[in-house]
Antibody, heavy 120, light 112 residues
Framework: QVQLVQSGAEVKKPGASVKVSCKASGYTFTNYFMHWVRQAPGQGLDWMGIINPSGTRTTYAQKFQGRVTMTRDASTSTVYMELSSLRSDDTAIYYC?????????????WGQGTLVTVSS | DIVMTQSPDSLAVSLGERATINCRSSQSILYRSSDRNGLAWYQQKPGQPPKLLIYGASTRESGVPDRFSGSGSGTDFTLTISSLQAEDVAVYYCQEYHTSYTFGQGTKLEIK
């Protein structure tokens, strides 16, 4: 079955970077766009960006431009999200999510989430 | 960016009754070429990732019970749960994927 398994929880100091991975299985990895969405404690969903199936094109939400980098490795069916210059308000659960299909930007398969805590 | 505004912020409905959640976008999210809307609805229960219910404003995702339905076009959309079940208690989000993938702020649905 389609599955996205994310890396484990991270604790980082302000100013550091974090890289979260998302390993896909159960489908053809190179056929689907992938999104990253985060959710601060007790808050709503915040879209971060998207990477195309080949990994050659990314689009980031304006609020994360310059701090976020999304990549993917077809050899391991893994997508990555790296966020730099971390601040306390970056403390959140970070989710990867796969689109329904090209042309439908909704996501019907989500990772379990990775808690990133930023604290001095 | 498009702003998505949901109403109400919270809602309490009796079991078996209808629940209605609204979502308004600050600009049209209708794809003129296909006459489809770039609008999705998600359900999120505590401690779980979101679950896709509806996309294209009205297409139910596979496996989603038919008591969930979506309607609307352009800038105004509605998620309806025809007969509320206990397992429907959750936070519901709309999201536009026409332009900037913005989510609404969420609507918390509880049992009255």
């Amino acid at each position: 079955q389609v599955q996205l398994v994310q890396s484990g929880a991270e604790v980082k100091k302000p100013g550091a970077s974090v890289k979260v991975s998302c390993k896909a299985s159960g489908y053809t990895f190179t056929n689907y766009f992938m999104h990253w969405v985060r959710q601060a404690p007790g808050q709503g969903l915040d879209w971060m960006g998207i990477i195309n199936p080949s990994g050659t094109r990314t689009t980031y939400a304006q609020k994360f431009q310059g701090r976020v980098t999304m990549t993917r490795d077809a050899s391991t069916s893994t997508v990555y999200m790296e966020l730099s210059s971390l601040r306390s308000d970056d403390t959140a659960i970070y989710y990867c999510a796969r689109e329904v299909r090209t042309g439908i930007g909704a996501a019907n398969c989500w990772g379990q989430g990775t808690l990133v805590t930023v604290s001095s | 960016d498009i702003v998505m505004t949901q109403s109400p912020d919270s809602l309490a409905v009796s079991l078996g009754e209808r629940a209605t959640i609204n979502c308004r976008s600050s600009q049209s999210i209708l794809y003129r070429s296909s006459d489809r809307n770039g609008l999705a609805w998600y359900q999120q229960k505590p401690g779980q990732p979101p679950k896709l219910l509806i996309y294209g404003a009205s297409t139910r995702e596979s496996g989603v019970p038919d008591r969930f339905s979506g309607s609307g076009s352009g800038t105004d959309f509605t998620l309806t749960i025809s007969s509320l079940q206990a397992e429907d208690v959750a936070v519901y989000y709309c999201q536009e994927y026409h332009t900037s993938y913005t989510f609404g702020q969420g609507t918390k649905l509880e049992i009255k």
